[in-house]
């Protein structure tokens, strides 16, 4: 067992902020396209987008997280993710105002969320790393998505069936 066996995570950008997911649930990143919108389906919840033949809810994450909608520009990317969510497994496509890079984080460069002696949503993340003179958030994607709502869990069904 390796003591200092470093992971892998994919950054990207939302504004200012730099946040982070496991490499090995990134499928692949695309350019940003409209999503088929869904009706009724939560603010977050653009719509669908097919990626090579299966229909994945496309997130705006800006939203989820409670940030301002995205606005998009020639860098905004959609990263198509597989996240294990409650003995299943979840595609979704994140909307990020850039992806940048794949970097390494030693698990003792991770620290836990802060605690600022409240109650506040945090449970989204999974650590942070201090980087560049800021951080880098990495988000519990199973946390942040297992309790997304019924809406969403409609279209996880229909998934799927096909």
Known sequence: MAVNSEAQFVTFS?????????????????D?????????GP????????????????IDLRLRLGLSRTTKTPHTRILVLDVPVEQRMLALGL?????YEVVPFQPSQIEPAPDIGIRWKSDYIA???RRD??????????????????????????????
Do not use: M
């Open 32 to 40: 940003h396209e409209e999503a088929f919108k869904i009706p009724h």
């Open 133 to 162: 003179g800021g951080f880098v958030v990495i988000i519990d994607l199973a946390r942040l998505f297992s309790d997304s709502g019924t809406a969403l869990a409609g279209v996880v069904a229909s998934q799927r069936v096909a």
């Open 127 to 129: 650590g942070v790393v």
């Open 14 to 30: 939302l504004g200012e902020e730099i946040f982070a997911v496991p490499v090995e649930v990134v499928r692949e990143i695309l």
């Open 95 to 99: 909307v990020a105002d850039r992806v």
């Open 43 to 58: 603010d977050y919840l653009l719509g669908l987008r097919d990626v090579r033949g299966q229909g994945v809810p496309v």
